[in-house]
């Protein structure tokens, strides 16, 4: 076989895509997974494993694959990674994006890889916390970024309290949809932090319920605000509070509980408006809902200005999402339901102060998109209410909140805040935030800061929290 080619990976048909809400990749069958860990060149300076915001040894995992070692590469993976069947699914995988072979034909398929050490491997591994310490650490939020921050904490022995406002963790990994991720995966990652010294107290929301300074004064000694942004961005046009017009959060979390049953009788003609991951992810939902019917794309500007990733996009494109640009949304008609939605046409306008092109809406262009529901999905921001001022949060340009110093601690001495853009990156966020935790208590207590240790027991720990992705010098 060709060293510079990638072992195919088999997807759903557009069809069978759209007949059912299911996983589109298949899993490489065993011996695939061999050759293509095979392809790996064993980099001596592992790009792949710098450019992983948990440092993740996805070299070392493609080795073992590459040599049977399924076991070996299962242990490897889970070592460094508690969510490793969500990110096998789910990672925008920018190991690949650094691979050395991206350069020279395609990238390793390291997160295919990770999967099939997880299926071939024995990956029912159980952690076990080091010795116990006495400090108590709250956490506030149960995403990838809080749960990963618990897990760190917990193995280095920490007793922790995660308090989280839904009835359930995981937070926005919950709303990806089935075609990206089954929702057993996250159930057998989770089932991981069982033995972990780990309080969940589900159903309490912070700024209503308790606050972190409230938290310090119970006795906790440090407490992590990982909150996420999960507020829906509002239009604020006319008819956004229309029957029939959903945000895209709640939208897919519906969908996700119960493909379709939600929404009564399903939309012939979709608008979802956007042109982010999310509103792919929306319209791409959408589709699966109108059979025989119609999803369009609004979006203000221009095709080269999505944010979107290139496979999200080719997705929408393959599942006959269709894309309308520069179009702004301005108002949303119907009596007791969504009919259409009333767009201007934009223009580029002149160059702004900053050298950026301006959009501007052209005059007399309204138009209406007649529709039976609309989907907005125009970005999240966090919510802060109930918390005082004196934290003195910065927000991310995604809109989580943050601890302004760069081991993100907030004004307030002991409460920390951070997240992340993407679930490996919020996993970053959490590692560093437990790393800063642990330091400012071994500080507080006239201790040397821990490593991490091998969470299986062994002798066998993971690299060091990674460098670079700290709050000053880190722009998620
Ligand atoms: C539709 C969608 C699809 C995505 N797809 C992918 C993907 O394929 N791959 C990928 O890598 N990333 C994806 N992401 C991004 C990823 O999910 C987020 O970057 C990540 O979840 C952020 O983690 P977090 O822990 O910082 O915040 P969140 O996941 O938002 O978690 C925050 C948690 O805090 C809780 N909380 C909020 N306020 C309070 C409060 N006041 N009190 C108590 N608890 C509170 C929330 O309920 C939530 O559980 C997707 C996101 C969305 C929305």
């Known amino acids: 076989m060709d060293r510079y080619e990638r072992v195919p990976i088999r997807e759903e048909s557009r069809e069978d895509r759209l007949e059912r809400f299911a996983l589109i990749d298949h899993p490489y069958l065993l ?43 299962a242990r490897l993976t889970l070592r460094d990674n508690p969510l490793a069947n969500v990110l096998c699914k789910t990672c925008y995988h920018f190991c690949e994006d650094d691979c050395i072979m991206a350069g020279r034909g395609i990238p390793i398929a390291i997160r295919h890889l990770k999967q099939a050490a997880l299926q071939y491997g024995k990956s029912d591994l159980q952690y076990v916390p080091a010795k116990r310490k006495e400090e108590r650490i709250a956490i506030v939020g149960g995403g990838p970024t809080g749960l990963m921050a618990a897990w760190d904490l917990a193995v280095r022995g920490h007793p922790v309290t995660l308090f989280e406002q839904e009835g359930f963790v995981g937070g926005q990994i919950n709303t990806i949809p089935r075609y990206h991720l089954d929702e057993e995966s996250l159930k057998i990652d ?27 004064a119970e006795g906790y000694e440090a407490v992590l605000v990982s909150i996420g942004a999960s507020k829906p961005r509002e239009l604020n046009i006319p008819g956004e509070e229309l029957p029939g017009v959903y945000h895209a959060l709640p939208f897919l979390l519906a969908m996700n509980a119960q493909p379709g049953g939600l929404f009564g009788r399903t939309g012939r003609r979709v608008v979802v408006i956007g042109a982010g991951d999310v509103a792919l992810d929306a319209a791409r939902s959408a589709r699966r809902l109108t059979k025989g019917g119609e999803v369009l794309l609004v979006y203000r500007r221009g095709p080269e200005d999505m944010k979107a990733t290139p496979e999200e996009r080719s997705g929408g494109e393959i599942e006959g999402v269709r894309y309308i640009f520069y179009r702004a949304p301005k108002a949303i008609l119907g009596e007791d339901h969504v009919e259409g939605l009333v767009v201007e046409r934009t223009a580029h306008g002149p160059p702004d102060a900053k050298g950026r092109r301006t959009l501007v809406t052209v005059p007399h262009s309204e138009e209406t998109i007649e529709c039976d529901m609309i989907v907005v999905a125009v970005g999240e921001v966090a919510d ?9 949060f910065k927000f991310s340009s995604m809109g989580w909140p943050e601890g302004k110093r760069p081991d993100w601690m907030t004004d307030v001495e002991g409460v920390f805040a951070t997240g992340g853009r993407s679930v490996v990156h919020a996993m970053g966020a959490g590692e560093r935030a437990a790393a800063a935790i642990d330091a400012y208590l071994a500080k507080k207590h006239g201790r040397a800061p821990e490593p991490r240790p091998d969470p299986f027991g062994g002798a066998d720990p993971p690299p060091p929290t990674p460098p670079g992705y700290g709050g000053a010098t880190w722009t998620p």
């Open 31 to 73: 011996e695939e997974a061999v050759l293509e860990g095979q392809r790996c060149l064993e980099c001596a300076m592992p790009y792949c494993v710098q450019g992983c915001p948990i440092t993740q040894d996805c070299r070392g995992y493609n080795v073992l694959i590459g040599q049977r070692d399924f076991d070996g590469a």
């Open 190 to 216: 989770l089932a991981r932090w069982r033995n972990l010294d780990i309080t969940w107290v589900t159903g309490r929301r912070a700024g209503v319920d308790f606050t972190p300074k409230g938290l310090l």
């Open 384 to 392: 802060v209410s109930g918390f005082d001022p004196d934290y003195d």
